[in-house]
């Protein structure tokens, strides 16, 4: 089994992906551990600031140092430059907001996981055709589980993911796998890098929602 079928199949067993960007490296490999020993094991880092490849970085330093069974992608990749400096340091698969083909096909030829996101059926055909195993439906919030029901039967066999307001609550978890989800990407209401006091707990929580939500 490759490095992208190993990342997929752990995103669905762990049935969430969890997502933030923190400009300091510290605290940002503090919010890591917390996750890991809450348990997770494949985490996303978003590109959003001018410190992300720095903090990326040192992320792998820390995951290759004492989390061995962690996988960390990296988001918010729009541009082949983008996706070329994040693979070189390390990153184990690549989540996009847009389907670029240049980024799915850099990806594929290092044999990792390309996750784009997609708003439209048009734009899910794309990514379809550029072989993406996962896409990512954003924004979540503003598509809701309605439009995965809507979709699902032209797209089968495809997985989807969730992401941009997915809610740690029962009713939204269920929702949205009862619509045809096999996991859930969960960004700013699960991880607030200005409070990390409840990290630990509200992890716990949304792994154990998630589980029951399936």
């Known amino acids: 089994m490759n490095l992208k079928e190993i990342v997929l199949d752990k995103i669905i067993e762990q049935g969430t992906l969890p997502l933030f960007f923190h400009h300091d490296k510290a605290e940002s490999i503090e919010i890591l551990r917390t996750l890991y020993q809450a348990g997770i094991r494949v985490f996303e880092f978003t590109n959003r600031g001018p410190e992300a490849l720095a903090v ?113 609550e029962m009713e939204n978890l269920k929702a949205w796998f009862k619509s045809g989800v096999c996991a859930v990407g969960m960004g700013s209401k699960l991880i607030d890098p200005k409070d990390t006091s409840n990290l630990f707990e509200n992890t716990k929580k949304a792994l154990e929602f998630v589980s029951k939500a399936r």
């Open 56 to 168: 990326f970085e040192t992320l792998i330093a820390a995951r290759n140092l004492d989390m061995p069974d962690l996988y960390l992608g990296i988001g918010t990749i729009k541009s082949v430059e983008e996706a070329q400096q994040f693979l070189q340091i390390g990153a184990d698969f690549i989540v996009s907001p847009i389907v670029n083909p240049l980024v799915g096909s850099l990806v594929h030829d290092q044999h990792k996981l390309w996750i784009p996101g997609c708003m439209t059926p048009t734009e899910i055909y794309t990514a379809q055709q550029q072989q993406a195993a996962l896409i990512k439906l954003f924004p979540a919030n503003i598509l809701g589980p309605a439009f995965m029901s809507s979709i699902r039967d032209l797209f089968k066999g495809q997985k989807f993911m969730p992401t941009g307001g997915v809610e740690i």
